[in-house]
C-alpha cells in the first residue's frame, strides 16, 4: 500500500481544483456529495469485515462495487467534472492501492489481517475524502462569508 505519495497526490488534485476556480467546473451537487459520503461509510464498514472469510459478505461487497461504478458513472458524466471523475476511477480501479484493489485482494486472500486492513482502510478513506473535498470546494460562498 502507498502512504504519503497518495496522500500528497489526493491534497494536490483538491489544491488544484480549488486554486482554479477560473476554469470551468461542474456546480456543487449535494446528491453527489451526499452519496460520496454514504459510500465511504459503507466502503469502511465492509472493509471492517475483511478479516473474515470473503465469501460471508460477498453480497455486501457486490452491491458496493455496484454502488461505486454507478457513483463513478455519474461522475463521468457531470459536465467540467474531470477531477472528481478521475478520483471515483482511482477508487473503482483493481490494479490500485484503493477500495476495488483491496476488495480484490480480500478475495483472493479469503481474509486479511487486522493491522492491513487498518491501513487499507486508511488509504481508501483518503479517497473518498478528495472526493468530498473537491464536491465540497464547488460550493459558492454565502453571503457574510468570505472565500477562502
Not at 75 to 100: G, K
Request: proline residues 3%.
Amino acid at each position: 500500500m502507498r502512504g504519503a505519495g497518495a496522500k500528497a497526490r489526493n491534497w494536490a488534485l483538491v489544491a488544484i481544483a480549488t486554486l482554479c476556480g477560473c476554469a470551468a467546473r461542474a456546480p456543487f451537487d449535494r446528491e453527489a456529495y451526499l452519496e460520496a459520503a454514504s459510500l465511504k461509510a459503507q466502503a469502511l464498514a465492509v472493509m471492517d469485515r475483511a478479516t473474515e472469510p470473503f465469501a460471508r459478505h460477498r453480497e455486501a461487497i457486490e452491491q458496493l462495487e455496484q454502488s461505486v461504478l454507478e457513483a463513478q458513472r455519474r461522475a463521468l458524466h457531470r459536465p467540467h467534472n474531470e477531477e472528481s471523475a478521475r478520483q471515483w476511477a482511482i477508487l473503482a480501479d483493481p490494479e490500485r492501492h484503493s477500495l476495488f484493489g483491496f476488495l480484490g485482494r480480500w478475495k483472493t486472500q479469503g481474509q486479511l489481517d487486522a493491522e492491513f486492513v487498518a491501513e487499507a482502510k486508511g488509504l481508501v478513506a483518503e479517497g473518498f475524502d478528495a472526493i468530498l473535498e473537491l464536491e465540497a470546494a464547488k460550493r459558492e460562498p454565502r453571503a457574510g462569508r468570505r472565500a477562502r
